[in-house]
């Protein structure tokens, strides 16, 4: 898939990155619909979050269907429509959801965009 | 997610909505008739201005040094704007507040100037919530605040508002679809993000990437771009 990848302050490229999986059985895999850019993204390009290092997807705020669950996620089924919150601990409209591992929620191209 | 709503009206919910009304709203505890000045009329300011509202505020004063920001506040429904650049912010909400200052500040920038100026927008017992992300450290002028009853908060979006936030989208008191301001396809991503970066140009307030929209641009730019962000 592509992704919004941070190469340090100052760089950024659109580029090829490995499809995400389920790592954990709380893992969700959400193909994205809709996604924006938030000001700390731009704070991290310019390099003033030094915690976010080169090489990080960037992107944490979506709207997506679930293509994918872990065994161990009780309340999303594939298909669902859900919102990717910012916080890790994103808890919405009753369903928990620790979207996607490190390199999500990215903007992303498994969709009809080719 | 309900399926009465578009990505558009709920996209929002996922960072700056929750931000501005847990870290600013609820920590700064606006209440009813309460003035509350917001420094910064970004997106996460902007939200603090939609966000307050749920508590019918007697006042919100937006103060930026943009002119277009503050337009924008004025439109989200702030009641008075100052401007920052041109006018003595202080003065301006002592004048507005018969001299005692604002009920709650709102850090909405994340500069130690804006920080220290939300010090002294307040009036005592007054309550600062720092909203904005920092860089650096300010100063805090406790020779004054010691004895001003004040409360500052800091924090990070929690996102526990979230569902009662969507709830309130769906029963039409809460809309945030005005912040999409420019639309890409997710393949422009790096125009977007041109655009988003160049905001006072632009006048961007929030970008919206789609899925579904064609792309403008050949997907090829795998290069490296050294863009000014």
């Known amino acids: ?9 100052g760089l950024r490229a659109w580029e090829t990155v490995h499809d995400p999986t389920v790592l954990e059985p709380t893992d969700a895999v959400v193909q994205i619909d809709s996604s924006t850019i938030c000001g700390t993204d731009l704070h991290i390009l310019k390099g003033d979050v030094p915690e976010v290092k080169p090489g990080t997807v960037l992107g944490h705020e979506a709207v997506g269907t679930v293509v994918e669950t872990g065994a161990g996620v009780a309340t999303l089924n594939e298909g ?3 919102l990717v919150s910012a916080s890790p601990r994103a808890a919405i409209a009753g369903s928990a959801v620790r979207a996607t591992t490190v390199s999500a929620p990215a903007e992303e191209a498994e969709s009809s965009v080719t | 997610m309900p399926e009465t709503l578009t990505d558009e009206q709920v996209l929002f919910l996922a960072d700056i909505l929750p931000t501005a009304y847990e870290v600013g709203i609820l920590n700064g505890r606006v209440g009813p008739g309460d003035t509350v000045a917001i420094v910064g009329a970004g997106p996460i300011g902007l939200a ?16 930026d040094l943009d002119l277009g920001r503050l337009a924008k506040a004025r439109a989200f429904g702030a009641d008075a704007t100052i401007d920052n650049g041109s006018e003595d912010a202080i003065a301006a909400v002592k004048e507005l507040t018969g001299g005692l200052g604002v009920d709650v500040a709102i850090e909405a920038v994340g500069v130690p100037a804006t920080f220290e100026l939300c010090t002294e927008l307040i009036r005592p017992g007054g309550r600062v919530a720092n909203v904005g992300v920092h860089g650096h450290s300010a100063t805090l002028h406790l020779e004054k605040l010691w004895i001003q009853d004040v409360t500052i908060t800091t924090g990070l979006v929690d996102t526990v508002t979230t569902p009662t936030l969507m709830q309130l989208i769906e029963q039409g008191k809460l809309d945030p679809t005005p912040f ?30 789609e899925a579904q929209r064609l792309a403008i641009e050949a997907p090829h730019r795998e290069e490296l771009v050294g863009a000014v962000v």
């Open chain 2, 48 to 63: 603090a201005v939609m966000t307050a509202k749920l508590f019918t505020p007697g006042r919100i004063i937006a103060i």
């Open chain 2, 180 to 209: 999409a301001t420019h639309r890409f396809a997710l393949a422009d991503t790096m125009t977007a993000y041109d655009t988003f970066a160049a905001a006072a140009e632009s006048n961007a307030l929030k970008v919206v990437l």
């Open chain 1, 80 to 82: 669902d429509r859900v």
């Open chain 1, 1 to 9: 898939m592509k992704a919004l990848v941070y190469h340090g302050p």
